[in-house]
């Protein structure tokens, strides 16, 4: 009988072990849809109520904002910069994220700030308004919900954007960038928001799209084909060189608007400018000309990051920014599962970027014709008491 126990008890351990290792290895093999399921709302968008808007008159609206955003001094940087940031939140309660999420600030502002912001810190003052905007998982699915949500983010944008142009700008010049989720809804805003309006046009630097999908045959303002040239769009979406899976998911679930203001899929190239060579081109950009990646996560904000040289080369092959892996161990993907799918904690164009957005406003600034079409701006403004300081 004792006997009979022991078997029993040994089987049932068996039994258990067998049991346990099931469990492991689905858990293993389906651990992204698992993920992806806790991030799910499970709530149709339609019938979805949002967190409450955003006031951009408020300074808790933005995640940056200079201290005295109506007036700048000698010592402020010559432009503005309108910073539309990428995913940062992961999702689960919300479709679309509210703007006092504490997680989603802190790695907006341990991670996106000092490396996609950085670069551009020394030609401008920063505006980088907290927005609904989408969660990861509508970027990791192909509902229409995602779409809807994507789509209302951008009215949060374009609501921040006209704040800042008739309460801030003051006829400064500036540039707009975005990254990833950002730059999609900056697409949109350069179609609505500038090319149209003859006085806003020409008073930008240029937009940088990072990792955003631009259609190259219509694009919302002309791609930039040289280093200097003002006034022009900087987009491209990257993949590592080899990575074939990754390159061809970039050209396959890529969203682009449509002149209705929908999202669809992208059909046809994509513009691919290269960052090295400060233009679009399919030319291959050796690694002894890149200015300098860095890994600036966790720097203190507005301290510069030491940039390492010679890191990545470049080209544009398929509309995709083919790019060779970075021979340092600080650009390799960090984090827990979701922050590994967001923009990563490092910027393999710092230095490129910030040499070239330098380059295309002393460009701007130089043309007579922008300091006559600025003035006016700048005397109405002084008319109404608004306390402004003269660019010319």
């Keep these: 009988m004792a006997e009979t126990s022991r078997r029993t008890r040994i089987l049932f351990a068996a039994i258990a072990v067998m049991v346990v290792g099931v469990l492991i290895?689905?858990?293993?093999?389906?651990?992204?849809?698992?993920?992806?399921?806790?991030?799910?709302?499970?709530?149709?968008?339609?019938?979805?109520?949002?967190?409450?808007?955003?006031?951009?008159?408020?300074?808790?609206s933005w995640s940056l904002l200079p201290s005295e955003p109506q007036t700048w001094t000698d010592d402020d940087p010559a432009a503005d910069v309108f910073f539309v940031g990428p995913t940062v939140y992961d999702g689960g309660a919300h479709w679309n994220a509210p703007i006092d999420d504490e997680r989603s600030e802190a790695f907006f502002r341990r991670t996106i700030g000092p490396n996609?912001?950085?670069?551009?810190?020394?030609?401008?003052?920063?505006?980088?308004?907290?927005?609904?905007?989408?969660?990861?998982?509508?970027?990791l699915t192909l509902r229409d919900d995602a779409r809807e949500a994507r789509r209302f983010a951008y009215g949060d944008v374009r609501r921040a954007f006209h704040h800042y142009i008739s309460t801030y700008n003051h006829g400064r010049p500036f540039l707009i960038v975005g990254v990833e989720q950002g730059g999609t809804l900056a697409s949109r805003l350069l179609a609505e928001a500038v090319a149209g309006d003859p006085d806003v046009r020409s008073?930008?630097?240029?937009?940088?799209?990072?990792?955003?999908a631009v259609p190259a045959e219509a694009p919302p303002i002309?791609?930039?084909?040289?280093?200097?040239?003002?006034?022009?769009?900087?987009?491209?979406?990257?993949?590592?060189?080899?990575?074939?899976?990754?390159?061809?998911?970039?050209?396959?679930?890529?969203?682009?608007?449509?002149?209705e203001g929908e999202l669809a899929n992208l059909s046809g190239p994509a513009s691919?400018?290269?960052?090295?060579?400060?233009?679009?081109?399919?030319?291959?950009?050796?690694?002894?000309?890149?200015?300098?990646?860095?890994?600036?996560?966790?720097?203190?904000?507005?301290?510069?990051?030491?940039?390492?040289?010679?890191?990545?080369?470049?080209?544009?092959?398929?509309?995709?920014?083919?790019?060779?892996r970075p021979?340092?161990?600080?650009f390799r993907p960090t984090g827990s599962w979701a922050d590994r799918r967001k923009m990563p904690g490092y910027n393999l164009f710092?230095?490129?970027?910030?040499?070239?957005?330098?380059?295309?406003?002393?460009?701007?600034?130089?043309?007579?014709?922008?300091?006559?079409?600025?003035?006016?701006?700048?005397?109405?403004?002084?008319?109404?008491?608004?306390?402004?300081?003269?660019?010319?």
């Design 25 to 60: 290895a689905g858990g293993v093999v389906w651990r992204d849809d698992i993920l992806r399921t806790g991030l799910d709302p499970k709530e149709p968008f339609q019938t979805y109520d949002p967190p409450p808007a955003p006031d951009y008159a408020r300074r808790e």
């Design 116 to 139: 996609y912001v950085g670069p551009f810190v020394r030609v401008g003052r920063v505006f980088a308004p907290r927005y609904r905007q989408a969660s990861l998982y509508s970027m």
């Design 203 to 212: 008073r930008l630097v240029a937009a940088y799209l990072v990792q955003t």
């Design 222 to 259: 002309p791609l930039c084909t040289s280093p200097t040239e003002p006034g022009c769009l900087a987009a491209w979406m990257s993949a590592y060189e080899g990575d074939r899976e990754r390159a061809q998911q970039l050209r396959d679930r890529s969203l682009v608007w449509t002149r």
């Design 272 to 324: 691919c400018y290269n960052p090295i060579l400060g233009q679009v081109s399919n030319a291959v950009a050796p690694a002894r000309l890149a200015r300098g990646a860095t890994n600036a996560t966790g720097l203190e904000w507005g301290a510069r990051p030491a940039l390492q040289s010679r890191q990545v080369s470049a080209r544009c092959e398929n509309s995709v920014l083919r790019v060779s």
């Design 327 to 330: 021979r340092s161990a600080a």
């Design 350 to 392: 710092y230095g490129d970027l910030e040499a070239n957005a330098e380059a295309r406003l002393n460009t701007l600034v130089a043309d007579p014709d922008f300091a006559h079409a600025a003035r006016p701006i700048l005397e109405a403004a002084e008319v109404n008491n608004s306390p402004v300081h003269r660019i010319d």
